[in-house]
T-cell receptor, first 114, second 114 residues
Framework: DTGVSQNPRHKITKRGQNVTFRCDPI?????LYWYRQTLGQGPEFLTY????????KSRLLSDRFSAERPKGSFSTLEIQRTEQGDSAMYLCASSSPDRGGEQYFGPGTRLTVT | DQQVKQNSPSLSVQEGRISILNCDYTNSMFDYFLWYKKYPAEGPTFLIS?????DKNEDGRFTVFLNKSAKHLSLHIVPSQPGDSAVYFCAASGGGTNAGKSTFGDGTTLTVKP
């Protein structure tokens, strides 16, 4: 297993367009997390799944954001009607419940909204 | 309200000396604490963790100390090496259904000079 992968690595889009990112977690991990990171700040929690169930969604996440994890494997994060403030690095992580809070992160998808 | 704070944005040390990175938290429900290391263009990588029932955890050159009464933890790197130059994030998570969901500080950029 090569770890957590994310696609695309970079995305440039125009304001108002929809974008979708994909995350493939480590195969034996049943938990999957999405974070957002802006320059000079730490990763900010967005949402997480245990298997296919979305257990928590940050109140900071507007209704333009939606995430899915069909069949408890890969996950997608969609942003509708993008705004310039959505420009950030979107990080995906996965974990196994028997490893405490230790999470394995992917390389991230850098979104630029013009 | 930032629940995890890293008050030093940057730290510079000489190779071979000790690096001490500090982190403070406010939420007494946190019971698991982690340090991650991040290189440019990569996602954070797990470094070391500590449960709230302990006050010290050691792994090679890395030691994490936890002072629950002060809500403070620190990461010691001895001896520091140029390859340790990176951004270090402190993170905290709670137990139960929130286990694994992490709250991050804004990071400290460590530079180890040869």
């Amino acid at each position: 297993d090569t770890g957590v992968s994310q696609n695309p690595r970079h995305k440039i889009t125009k304001r108002g367009q929809n974008v979708t990112f994909r995350c493939d977690p480590i195969s034996e991990h049943n938990r999957l997390y999405w974070y957002r990171q802006t320059l000079g700040q730490g990763p900010e929690f967005l949402t997480y799944f245990q298997n296919e169930a979305q257990l928590e969604k940050s109140r900071l996440l507007s209704d333009r954001f939606s995430a899915e994890r069909p069949k408890g494997s890969f996950s997608t994060l969609e942003i509708q009607r993008t705004e310039q403030g959505d420009s950030a690095m979107y990080l995906c992580a996965s974990s196994s419940p028997d490893r405490g809070g230790e999470q394995y992160f992917g390389p991230g998808t850098r979104l630029t909204v013009t | 309200d930032q629940q995890v704070k890293q008050n030093s944005p940057s730290l510079s040390v000489q190779e071979g000396r000790i690096s001490i990175l500090n982190c403070d938290y406010t939420n007494s429900m946190f019971d698991y604490f982690l340090w991650y290391k991040k290189y440019p263009a990569e996602g954070p990588t797990f470094l070391i963790s500590i449960s709230s029932i302990k006050d010290k955890n050691e792994d090679g050159r890395f030691t994490v100390f936890l002072n629950k009464s002060a809500k403070h933890l620190s990461l010691h790197i001895v001896p520091s090496q140029p390859g340790d130059s990176a951004v270090y994030f402190c993170a905290a998570s709670g137990g139960g259904t929130n286990a694994g969901k992490s709250t991050f500080g804004d990071g400290t950029t460590l530079t180890v000079k040869p």
